[in-house]
T-cell receptor
Framework: DTAVSQTPKYLVTQMGNDKSIKCEQN?????MYWYKQDSKKFLKIMFS???????INETVPNRFSPKSPDKAHLNLHINSLELGDSAVYFC???????????????????FGEGSWLTVV | DAKTTQPPSMDCAEGRAANLPCNHS???????VYWYRQIHSQGPQYIIH???NNETNEMASLIITEDRKSSTLILPHATLRDTAVYYC???????????????FGKGTKLSVKP
């Protein structure tokens, strides 16, 4: 079974459209993340939720909105897509939230396979 | 910006040890060194992490210098499937919203050759 699964894997869409990427983890983790990997291959965190609560909100356009219906799911909605949004988006999860120092040493982040978004 | 520096690329012969260096000269006392790798077209995969002692698991060994300003990831017997980009990152135990701790740099592209 896939631990962190995200759909769709590939998405090609036109500028101005609204799209969503879904993510689910079956690891029983409390924390989930969205990362963006741009054309320069830098992998940067965008958002993080812990038990459905937003705990990290990196400086991203407000066109990007995460939604966590429950702690096993974290979906990413993108409105009014722009060419610069083209990237690979990775969903991830970890047992604990960042900053839980006592247990941080075991706080491994598990990544999904990525969603390749191309805006044309 | 990432808090670590790594060589952009390295080659290794199949069956030999791959030694991947990482500099983290500004590491603070409560920050761990984590290593991940990303095989082409896949999500990053956790390898190993450590604070100050050397660590070993089924995938690799991590050697951290005494001053903790650098570390080396060792793949003892590299295989073709180890070809990937290897990321070294530092993560604080008291993360507390310091977003920069979760930025992966460009990493080292390791090419294992037959």
């Amino acid at each position: 079974d896939t631990a962190v699964s995200q759909t769709p894997k590939y998405l090609v869409t036109q500028m101005g459209n609204d799209k969503s990427i879904k993510c689910e983890q079956n690891l029983g983790h409390d924390t989930m993340y969205w990362y963006k990997q741009d054309s320069k291959k830098f992998l940067k965190i965008m958002f993080s939720y812990n038990n459905k609560e937003l705990i990290i909100n990196e400086t991203v356009p407000n066109r990007f909105s995460p939604k966590s219906p429950d702690k096993a799911h974290l979906n990413l909605h993108i409105n009014s897509l722009e060419l610069g949004d083209s990237a690979v988006y990775f969903c991830a999860s970890s047992r604990d939230r960042p900053g839980q120092s006592v247990r941080w040493s075991g706080n491994t982040i598990y990544f999904g396979e990525g969603s390749w978004l191309t805006v044309v | 910006d990432a808090k670590t520096t790594q060589p952009p690329s390295m080659d290794c012969a199949e069956g030999r040890a791959a030694n991947l260096p990482c500099n983290h000269s500004t590491i603070s006392g409560n920050e761990y060194v984590y290593w991940y790798r990303q095989i082409h077209s896949q999500g990053p995969q956790y390898i190993i992490h450590g604070l100050k002692n050397n660590e070993t698991n089924e995938m690799a060994s991590l050697i951290i210098t005494e001053d903790r300003k650098s570390s080396t990831l060792i793949l003892p017997h590299a295989t073709l499937r180890d070809t990937a980009v290897y990321y070294c990152i530092v993560i604080g135990a008291d993360y507390g919203g310091s977003q920069g701790n979760l930025i992966f740099g460009k990493g080292t592209k390791l090419s294992v050759k037959p």
